[in-house]
């Protein structure tokens, strides 16, 4: 179970890791700033296993991958968002950080709701309103991607099997 | 069966007779492009396939223009840790310092973007070479790697959206900003998300090639997967003496599938200017003049060639930059910077009282060189006006073409070219 932080609509790179942090690229340094033009201290206040919930369009702007690097780095268990942009959502889904288009649950879940994910079913629960969703399924490539933890562990492993 | 030239150009490149939206393809690439920020995270990964060389050293672009020349430690290391790699993988196509520009000028330039190509780059303008006919889309770092290390990428083939401009009777001073800024203000910056956008009609046509990049520089700005316009005699004219390998010749057949299809006139558009904090906030530059500002930028992948600094120098010819106005101009490239020389315009901008910059990003992803201060506004060229984007979170840009942006640091506000004319 994590507690929800909850974003707008169009949530753009910039704002999930300003630019002025890009000169470095450890996860933990892309933690400490994540959301910081949001201007809510979530890199204070996020622990491990909480989830962020934003509208359409998230992670829409630069191809920096540093975004769900740093989000990920965070803690984040799950984004649940009405839409994710393009580049953003591939670099997640490379990256092994899970997202669930889910436009209910994205717009229906509080701020600091306690909300249960299973991200393999893709079933999404909020404990403190007692709703249940169910977030689009992904593609059968896209699970595999999932399930191999990312681009480069699914290349590695196709290569094995080959 | 029909396609478009977008999904022509992923068929070819999957080894497919056809391919249709919405399918999953793993397709080769011509070219593979990262810069200062984007490679270090690349190189990283890319150490943990189990490959110890490139796909190949000739298909690859490596670019230190985003906080380069080093703006502090920290960026010295990303530039150097590039530049190791680049030279341990003999990456032919390494810009340094002194050789670079601003990565989407700087490629297209050296003859590196090709029609009919398939192109990634980390880097989300890379849509910009579309404009040349080619297939070219922004992807993360990790998808870098995989490109770095195997050639290819997965692709989901998109729904194409054809936008056609009739007419030539432009408005005067509009160029492609105004066109894609207009487009961008009905579409919504997620208009056309996980789409190709096609650009067809007289007015494209009638377009320069300078224009043209501008165009599809910022259809990453909507949401867009690709932007795209057909390959024409200019294209080809363009390409004269820059293209060193033959190229295929591929066009959208005339009963292709497009999910929507949009016309619009060129001589409805006036000059636009977008409201911060979003490029949709697109307005006509009129309901924008009065606004004070505090600094102008022009240049940048979307307007940093030589017609944009030749639009700006035309305006400020004979006349001054406004005493509260830093105006910082960028060229894209080396090559553009001294085609500015010998026509003058890099003199006349001076004269004006211009701070003319080497290429780089610079403050266009708010990095250096002209960062605006809390409370702070700016007119500028570049495509994103975010939250922050250019500097503290409490200031603001607002995007224009050349034409506005000259005219308005000489007023001191936002200001429309008839009136400082
Ligand atoms: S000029 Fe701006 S938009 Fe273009 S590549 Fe550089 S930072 Fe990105």
């Known amino acids: 179970m994590g507690i929800a932080f909850k974003f707008g609509h169009d949530i753009d790179t910039d704002v999930i890791i300003p630019a002025r942090y890009l000169n470095a690229s450890t996860p933990e340094h892309l933690a400490a700033h994540c959301m910081e033009d949001a201007g809510t201290s979530f890199a204070q206040k996020v622990k491990a296993g909480d989830i962020m919930v934003g509208g359409k369009n998230f992670g829409c702007g630069s191809s920096r991958e540093h975004a769900p690097i740093s989000i990920k780095a965070c803690g984040i268990k799950v984004v649940i968002a009405e839409s994710f942009a393009r580049i953003f959502y591939r670099n997640s889904l490379n990256i092994g950080l899970p997202i669930m288009e889910c436009p209910e649950a994205a717009s229906e879940i509080s701020e600091g709701d306690e909300v249960t994910v299973d991200i393999s079913t893709g079933t999404i629960e909020n404990k403190t309103t007692n709703k249940q969703y169910q977030a689009r399924s992904f593609p059968p490539f896209m699970q595999e991607l999932i399930r191999a933890g990312g681009l480069i562990p699914y290349i590695e492993g196709r290569k094995k099997n080959a | 069966?029909?396609?478009?030239?977008?999904?022509?150009?992923?068929?070819?490149?999957?080894?497919?007779?056809?391919?249709?939206?919405?399918?999953?393809?793993?397709?080769?690439?011509?070219?593979?492009?990262?810069?200062?920020?984007?490679?270090?995270?690349?190189?990283?990964?890319?150490?943990?396939?189990?490959?110890?060389?490139?796909?190949?050293?000739?298909?690859?672009?490596?670019?230190?223009?985003?906080?380069?020349?080093?703006?502090?430690?920290?960026?010295?290391?990303?530039?150097?840790?590039?530049?190791?790699?680049?030279?341990?993988?003999?990456i032919e196509h390494y810009f340094e310092v002194g050789r670079m520009g601003i990565e989407h000028c700087l490629l297209p330039e050296q003859g590196l973007t090709l029609p009919g190509d398939l192109i990634i780059g980390a880097d989300s303008h890379t849509c910009t070479y579309g404009a040349v006919g080619a297939f070219a889309t922004g992807v993360g770092s990790t998808d870098l790697a995989a490109g770095l290390a195997t050639g290819e990428a997965w692709f989901r083939v998109p729904e194409s959206m054809k936008f056609i401009f009739h007419g030539t009777k432009f408005q005067k001073w509009v160029g492609g900003k105004d066109l894609i800024l207009y487009l961008i203000g009905k579409l919504g910056v997620d208009g056309a998300r996980y789409r190709a956008m096609e650009f067809a009609g007289e007015g494209i046509a009638a377009l320069s090639m300078d224009n043209r990049f501008t165009i599809c520089n910022m259809a990453i700005e909507a949401g867009a997967k690709n932007g795209i316009i057909p390959p024409d005699d200019k294209t080809?004219?363009?390409?004269?003496?820059?293209?060193?390998?033959?190229?295929?010749?591929?066009?959208?057949?005339?009963?292709?599938?497009?999910?929507?299809?949009?016309?619009?006139?060129?001589?409805?558009?006036?000059?636009?200017?977008?409201?911060?904090?979003?490029?949709?906030?697109?307005?006509?530059?009129?309901?924008?003049?009065?606004?004070?500002?505090?600094?102008?930028?022009?240049?940048?992948?979307?307007?940093g060639r030589l017609e944009d600094l030749r639009m700006a120098a035309n305006i400020l010819r004979g006349k001054k930059v406004h005493p509260e106005i830093r105006l910082l101009v960028f060229p894209g490239t080396q090559t553009i910077l001294r085609d500015a020389m010998r026509e003058g315009i890099i003199d006349t901008l001076i004269e004006a009282g211009a701070a003319v910059s080497t290429p780089t990003c610079g403050?266009?992803?708010?990095?250096?060189?002209?960062?605006?201060?809390?409370?702070?506004?700016?007119?500028?060229?570049?495509?994103?006006?975010?939250?922050?984007?250019?500097?503290?979170?409490?200031?603001?840009?607002?995007?224009?073409?050349?034409?506005?942006?000259?005219?308005?640091?000489?007023?001191?506000?936002?200001?429309?070219?008839e009136e400082v004319s």
């Open chain 2, 1 to 90: 069966m029909s396609m478009t030239i977008t999904e022509k150009i992923l068929a070819q490149h999957a080894g497919l007779d056809e391919v249709v939206p919405g399918q999953l393809i793993t397709a080769k690439l011509d070219l593979v492009l990262a810069n200062d920020i984007t490679a270090p995270v690349a190189i990283k990964e890319f150490a943990k396939f189990g490959t110890e060389k490139v796909f190949d050293r000739h298909k690859i672009a490596l670019v230190p223009d985003h906080f380069a020349p080093n703006k502090d430690i920290a960026s010295a290391e990303q530039c150097k840790f590039m530049r190791d790699f680049a030279r341990e993988q003999q």
């Open chain 2, 236 to 303: 080809f004219a363009y390409l004269e003496g820059r293209a060193r390998r033959s190229y295929p010749l591929l066009y959208s057949d005339l009963d292709a599938g497009y999910m929507a299809i949009q016309e619009f006139d060129v001589s409805e558009i006036p000059l636009q200017v977008a409201f911060p904090h979003s490029p949709e906030n697109a307005k006509s530059a009129q309901e924008a003049s009065g606004i004070k500002i505090d600094q102008v930028v022009i240049g940048s992948c979307t307007n």
């Open chain 2, 363 to 417: 403050p266009c992803l708010g990095g250096h060189m002209g960062i605006l201060a809390k409370g702070e506004r700016a007119v500028s060229t570049t495509n994103r006006n975010f939250v922050g984007r250019m500097g503290s979170v409490e200031s603001e840009v607002y995007l224009a073409g050349p034409a506005v942006a000259a005219a308005s640091a000489i007023k001191g506000q936002i200001a429309h070219p």
